[in-house]
């Protein structure tokens, strides 16, 4: 059995391969780095999708090291610097889009003094309500970014945690999303809670939020609708759906947003727009494993500063890892081994 580590070495073989293996064809032995051969490692680094901002600021990084050292350096020493700055940029990310309010979800931001007040003093619940009942993780993303699947991935992974878990198919809007989120909640062993396609998304929440509390579950993870994310009547609606969980709860849900590897920059760019319309509390960073562009995960740290929470490796339900920093510069730059060549299997509903 793998253990985390080698799974997420595994998952980001073709990330490796394209960052570690042109990096070995620059380097025969100890070399002498002029700044076109910088050049080539900072243009290198930005097409694995680590963004031209962490590509320079690693680039820098090296430079300083070469003068450190005399400008000599060898394939281990560069690396060596690249694992260390990823590992820093992920560890120190912090939040530089402006989050707002669920209260303000949909709405034209606000300006001036009223959106002072709204990003320093939050809305409280309605009513000052105690906090109560099951925790709530609400699961946003576009279509086709795997959001279905990594909610059974993360169902999963609080199951095995020992957490009863219910899942509310808050994307009513297509048959084809409730259907296939049974089916996993079928494959998990985790309760369902549905009123079909076309229902009202809040009033699905509403109901497996009084299931979850008469059965005693400890987590509700809601889908939601996944359409362009430039539509303002979906913000509208998970506005509303969250503004449910405030009333029944007490407390506002934790917000996970589902970003696709494989659309690199695109990938950013939704989550910067989604970041800046609804409150997102982390990613969800999925099919890293079949993208020679697994820098996204830098890149998003840096220009957006939004935590990555966990990463998708697969297709197995038990394909999702809690991201680690350190984990994931050590996993990108370690050698291949034979763990490598094992294959992923298919595990679709």
């Known amino acids: 059995m793998f253990g985390a580590i080698d799974r997420l070495r595994q998952g980001l073989r073709k990330t490796r391969d394209s960052i570690v293996g042109r990096l070995g064809e620059l380097f025969v032995g100890k070399v002498r780095l002029d700044a076109a051969t910088l050049d080539e490692i900072e243009a290198l680094l930005i097409s694995a999708d680590l963004g031209v901002k962490a590509s320079t600021r690693i680039v ?4 300083k090291r070469l003068k450190e050292t005399g400008g000599e350096a060898t394939l281990e020493g560069v ?5 260390a ?3 820093a940029i992920l560890r120190e990310a912090q939040t530089s889009v402006k989050v707002r309010s669920w ?3 949909g709405e034209a931001p606000a300006r001036g003094r009223k959106a002072r007040a709204a990003r320093t003093a939050p809305a409280p619940p309605d009513g000052g309500a105690v906090p109560s009942g099951p925790r709530v993780i609400f699961v946003v993303g576009v279509n086709g970014t795997g959001k279905t699947t990594s909610i059974a991935k993360l169902a999963h992974l609080h199951k095995q945690a020992g957490r009863r878990v219910l899942l509310a198919a808050g994307d009513t809007f297509r048959a084809a999303a409730v259907e296939q989120l049974r089916i996993w909640a079928d494959r998990v062993g985790v309760d369902f809670v549905t009123q079909g396609q076309g229902a009202d998304a809040a009033a699905v929440v509403h109901d497996a939020l009084s299931a979850a509390e008469a059965r005693g579950h400890d987590l509700v993870i809601v889908d939601t609708a996944g359409r362009l994310h430039t539509k303002s009547n979906l913000m509208d609606e998970l506005g509303k759906v969250a503004r449910v969980i405030r009333r029944k709860c007490g407390r506002d849900p934790e917000t996970l947003l589902v970003v696709d590897a494989n659309t690199g920059q695109n990938g950013l760019q939704q989550a910067k727009i989604f970041a800046e319309t609804v409150p997102v509390d982390g990613l969800i960073l999925t099919k890293l494993d079949g993208t020679a562009k697994g820098g ?3 890149a998003i740290a840096e220009t957006l500063g939004l935590p990555v ?5 697969g297709e197995k339900v038990g394909d999702l890892e809690v991201f ?3 984990a994931f510069a050590e996993a990108l730059f370690t050698l291949s081994g ?12």
Request: proline share 8%; charged share 35%.
């Open 338 to 349: 034979p763990e490598d060549a094992a294959e992923g299997g298919g595990d679709r509903p």
């Open 103 to 105: 209260d303000e979800a």
């Open 85 to 87: 700055d990823i590992a």
């Open 79 to 83: 690396t060596q610097v690249i694992r």
């Open 60 to 63: 820098q990084s090296i430079e």
């Open 296 to 298: 996204i995960v830098v």
């Open 324 to 326: 680690d920093p350190e």
């Open 309 to 313: 929470r966990y990463v998708g490796l």
